[in-house]
């Protein structure tokens, strides 16, 4: 779920922000003795991109091309499986909340899109887009630093004041 704002400078450029509410899960396995360990880890991010928007096409149809940035902070992660024990044995179970001392909540780095606009009327467009999401910044503290890499595809419709 997003809310954005946006800027249109001219009919080529203009600038995006937005509020967004981000799942970024995976999954990972662990083999120690022979068995296979799953574990599955779903996190919610707030994250703010800054994207310049460059757009070509007509009145009715754009083509968009999105660069910038972003930044967000992690709220919660809930994780589902096992991990390796500081002693090598694997598993704690089922385990759900945020790490304090192991993780950390800002995440931050580029991003890239693209998108398409048609003109549903003269002041609604409907909005197709994908963005990838590059982090720069670790998300845990450990010498083994963990970067975000996602991908969102968002559909909506934007009314133009």
């Excluded at 999401?133 to 996602?150: A, E, I, Q």
Aim: hydrophobic share 35%.
């Amino acid at each position: 779920a997003q809310l954005l704002l946006g800027c249109q400078f001219n009919r080529w450029f203009g600038i995006r922000t937005a509020a967004q509410f981000v799942n970024k899960n995976y999954a990972t396995n662990l083999k120690f003795h022979k068995k296979k360990y799953e574990t599955t880890y779903n996190n919610l991010y707030l994250q703010a991109p800054l994207l310049m928007d460059f757009s070509v096409g007509g009145r009715n149809a754009r083509l968009h091309i999105m660069l910038g940035g972003y930044c967000g902070y992690w709220m919660t992660q809930y994780r589902h499986g096992y991990i390796y024990s500081p002693n090598g044995t694997s598993g704690i179970g089922y385990k759900s909340g945020f790490e304090e001392g192991y993780n950390e909540h800002l995440d931050g780095g580029a991003a890239a899109g693209l998108g398409l606009t048609f003109r549903l009327s003269p002041a609604c467009l409907l909005h197709l887009e994908g963005t990838y999401y590059h982090g720069l910044m670790s998300t845990t503290v450990d010498p083994n630093s963990t970067f975000n890499r996602s991908y969102t595809l968002d559909m909506g419709i934007s009314y133009h004041f």
